[in-house]
């Protein structure tokens, strides 16, 4: 069982930056492949980034490549979204979730209560 923790989110102007963090409880969190997803009002939730296990890897959906990076700490439990050169389109709730599988795909068993961020023009 993994619990997650979202925190970072908040009103932000166009071309801003916000870092979101997802903290995870439990000692296995270094077992689990990590993801942020995001859900527009009236829009499906959506894929944005996935970084592996140890780290060494990245999968990130298109409309964000070159804007947003994902990290993580596993000494710390904790895994980070950094989000640049915000737009308006990237308004959205923001979800942390965690998958024992290898694949980006999934599926990803646990998620977070989310975190808002709003991007103004």
């Known amino acids: 069982q993994v619990q997650l923790v979202e925190s970072g989110g908040g009103l932000v102007q166009a071309g801003g930056s916000l870092r979101l963090s997802c903290a995870a409880s439990?000692?296995?969190?270094?077992?689990?492949?990590m993801g942020w997803f995001r859900q527009a009002p009236g829009k499906e939730r959506e894929f944005v980034l996935a970084i592996s296990r140890s780290g060494g890897s990245t999968n990130g959906a298109a409309s964000v490549k070159g804007r947003f990076t994902i990290s993580r700490d596993n000494a710390k439990n904790t895994v980070f979204l950094q989000m640049n050169s915000l737009k308006p389109e990237d308004t959205a709730v923001y979800y942390c979730?965690?998958?024992?599988?290898?694949?980006?795909?999934?599926?990803?068993?646990?998620w977070g209560q989310g975190t808002q961020v709003t991007v103004s023009s």
């Open positions: 979730a965690a998958t024992s599988a290898i694949v980006w795909s999934g599926p990803y068993d646990y």
């Open positions: 439990g000692r296995t969190f270094s077992t689990y492949t």
